[in-house]
């Protein structure tokens, strides 16, 4: 019966399933080549460590950010549901996943406005890719947004998926002058996104040039589209099968590690959310001491949300505990403090980043 199902919301169910089911993160996000300075007299009391902040002037309870992931399959919808109570519970923002499928399928729209039911004060991003704004216009990113009364739109870039994909556009011109006319005319924030290759900081530079309002690293090193699609060749009868599963492996091995694609973009000033790789709250609170103003989660957050709400609300407050930790033991009574956290780097992140010392 599946089979009989239109090619995109189909997919999107293969892709929860496959990243339950395979092993899907590869790479080295770079967060082990951190390591916050332990500070042995940090004069905080641990119980009164605050970590609400700012972000595109919303009130956060926490830096934690429920990354992008689902929507636009009827299987996916109580995932979302979860993911946005836990959103509301917690004072957190989350993205949903790309809404194409809906603004295809308009009967797949619930998939995605339940977040909005869930969770009707919460800081929602709505999501679509680069191409289809090219392809579709500005009249897709207002539906998008309506769809989900969201505050922010998240446009999200995934050329590699594209290339490896057999049904994926090859074509990635026209991209910049159709994001320049979306910020000129929008009366949202808009956010550039990749989704686990990374962001350099000249890419950073020319989106803010555009007049993004954040980015979005999607570094390399967590959830590897490259995986997940090759994965999904190897399931697929697809005539290409052999040539697709190769360049998956191949392509597992591309990208720039979410820790340079942070400290590059954040060298802009412009805001950073840092995702891909992040595992824990100590992550975050490196992250946060490296530029980032929010910390984004998929995967961690996927597989508890697809078992059971309670098990997404622990794994979510473990993450806060150890977020809380990390700042009581370097100092750090607030955000504001852990931003100004010492960082030791090391390995491979040092050597990335040292290319601009030397110019
Ligand atoms: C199942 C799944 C679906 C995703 N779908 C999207 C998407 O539609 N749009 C998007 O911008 N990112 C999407 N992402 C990428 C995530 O937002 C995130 O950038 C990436 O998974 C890296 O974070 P992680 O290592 O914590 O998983 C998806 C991730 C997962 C795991």
Redesign the pocket.
């Known amino acids: 019966m599946e089979n009989n199902e239109p090619a995109t919301p189909r997919r999107k169910l293969d ?2 399933r496959i ?1 339950l089911e395979k092993e ?2 590869r790479g080295f ?1 770079g967060f082990s080549d951190v390591r916050l300075v332990h500070e042995a007299l940090p004069e905080v009391n641990l119980d009164a460590i605050d970590t609400r902040t700012l972000f595109l002037r919303h009130r956060f309870a926490s830096p934690l950010f429920i ?4 929507g636009g399959h009827p299987g996916t919808r109580e995932v979302n549901a979860r993911l946005a109570r836990a959103a509301a519970r917690f004072g957190i923002g989350m ?1 949903v ?2 809404q194409r499928a809906a603004l295809e399928y308009p009967e797949m729209e619930d998939t995605f406005s339940v977040v909005r039911d869930e969770a009707p004060d919460a800081f929602i991003v709505a ?1 679509l ?1 680069i191409v289809q704004l090219r392809d579709h216009g500005i009249e897709w990113a207002e539906r998008a947004v309506r769809m989900i009364d969201a505050d922010a739109i ?1 446009i ?1 870039l ?1 050329f590699l998926q594209e290339a490896i994909q057999p049904e994926g556009d090859h074509d990635a011109t026209g991209c910049m002058a159709v994001l320049h006319a979306l910020c000129d005319e929008f009366k949202y924030p808009v956010i550039i ?4 290759s990374g962001i350099s900081e000249e890419t950073a530079r020319r989106c803010f040039g555009a007049g993004v309002a954040a980015i ?1 690293t ?2 390399w ?3 590897s ?1 490259a995986a ?1 699609e090759g994965a999904r060749a190897e399931e697929s009868p697809h005539n290409n099968h052999t040539r697709l599963v190769s360049l998956g492996d191949e392509f597992t091995d591309w990208g720039i590690p979410t820790v340079v694609s942070l400290c590059e973009a954040a060298r802009t000033g412009g805001p950073v959310i840092a ?5 824990s709250g100590v992550d975050i609170a490196k992250g946060i001491a490296l530029g980032a103003a929010l910390c ?5 957050l ?1 597989r508890p949300a697809m078992v059971g709400e309670q098990e997404l609300f622990h794994r979510i407050e473990t993450v806060n505990d150890e977020l809380r930790i990390a700042m009581f033991l370097t100092g750090s009574r607030t955000v504001a403090d852990l931003k100004c956290a010492k960082t030791y780097l090391t390995g491979r992140t040092r050597e990335m980043l040292c290319r601009y010392s030397e110019e």
């Open positions: 892709h929860l990243c899907v993160e996000s990354a992008a992931m689902t993205g996943g790309s999501n890719g998240a999200h995934n996104k990749e989704t686990g979005d999607g570094g090193g967590g959830t589209w997940i995702t891909g790789g992040l595992r984004g989660m998929a995967l961690p996927l």
